[in-house]
């Protein structure tokens, strides 16, 4: 499996604006994922049309990135990451998912 940060997304922008610490977790957590190793900081959304999240807290503050699963015309797995927030507390609000979830319907919409 291999992540990479959609064009049409926010993430590269969201990375730059976070603590150290945190965006070396999130790199952590995405090698770990990437090896298929798997664990709370990465888990499908309920209640979404296949988003996922990488999830972590430092300085008691939620970072999150979000993202879906795609299967190449070559068969290669990958984890198209979309956009990322930042929030004082872990509910997610459902404006944060429908960005998400429109920025998958755009790149899968630019594949037809």
């Not at 008691?60 to 979000?66: P, Q």
Request: charged share 35%; net charge positive; proline share 2%.
């Amino acid at each position: 499996m291999q992540i990479k940060f959609l064009e049409n997304g926010d993430v590269n922008e969201f990375l730059g604006s976070i603590p150290k610490k945190a965006k070396e977790k999130f790199f952590k957590s995405m090698k770990k994922t990437e090896q298929g190793i798997s664990g709370e900081w990465f888990k499908k959304m309920a209640g979404t049309k296949n988003i996922w999240e990488f999830r972590v807290q430092h300085m008691k503050m939620w970072y999150r990135i979000f993202a879906f699963l795609y299967k190449s015309k070559e068969g290669l797995k990958l984890i198209m990451c979309t956009c990322g927030i930042t929030k004082s507390q872990n509910k997610t609000p459902k404006k944060d998912i429908d960005r998400a979830e429109r920025i998958k319907r755009e790149y899968l919409d630019s594949l037809e």
